[in-house]
């Protein structure tokens, strides 16, 4: 599943990533934490009372067949952003299948509604500038929570621009109802794909902020890795000094940094 982060919340980034300088960074692994956790309730609330209904009324009328091949359309069309970062990591073979992957899908798969490369043995990949910067060596910096967008770090912030730069929709400048529908039914379909990872946040045993923070960097460090486990210090020990996982958490978060 790829983590489509809705255009929308471009000037919220980079408001957050103006902040950064002046910020002053505290010990542990979420120094800015209070603030954290207020856009995090912030989030929470628009995702109750807004985008859950409504995606549910979407999985609810839309035909599954037909919301799979939206899924497939808006992979598709994000997927030069995949494509970019393979080559800037150095991954020659793996950029050269994904390019052959968006091709095929934009042609002979209609535009990505259909998913005719994987029969063919090109595999789709998660690939983004945050996973490129952490191949460089940049460590993840502080973790930070993004109004109408969600976890992240600050090594990962700078990949928002990348990927909206990749995007063809950003150059093709289409009329705004074509813009805005492409960006409502992204929302739609990012949210109705995490239905199942929303779960927790009812289980009262669980702090669902420190749950979201360790589930995002493991995640993260998945990613990185290329879904090999990750072995030394902890994202707590780095950049930050010492500090102890919260006991809490139904994840421990392994280290952002890549082991190649």
Partial sequence: MRNSKPLIALPAALFCV??????????????????????YNFNDKLDRYALKPVSDAYVKVTPQVVRTSFSNALDNLLYFNVILNDFLQGKFGQ?????GRMAANSTAGLGGLFDIATPLNLSSHDNDFGITLATWGVKPGPYMVLPLMGPTTARDVPGIGVGIACNPMTWINPPLA?????????????????????????????????????????????LINDGKPKTGPSIYDEDFGPATAPAATAATAPATQPGK
């Fill in 18 to 39: 103006s902040l950064l300088p002046g910020c002053a960074v505290g010990p542990g692994p979420d120094p800015w934490e209070k603030t954290n956790r207020a856009f």
């Fill in 95 to 99: 950029g050269l299948s994904d390019s």
């Fill in 178 to 222: 074509a813009n805005l529908s492409v960006g409502a039914l992204t929302i739609l379909d990012g949210r109705s794909r995490v239905e199942n990872e929303f779960k927790f946040r009812n289980t009262a045993a669980i702090d669902p902020y420190l749950f979201t923070r360790d589930a995002y960097m493991q995640y993260r460090d998945g």
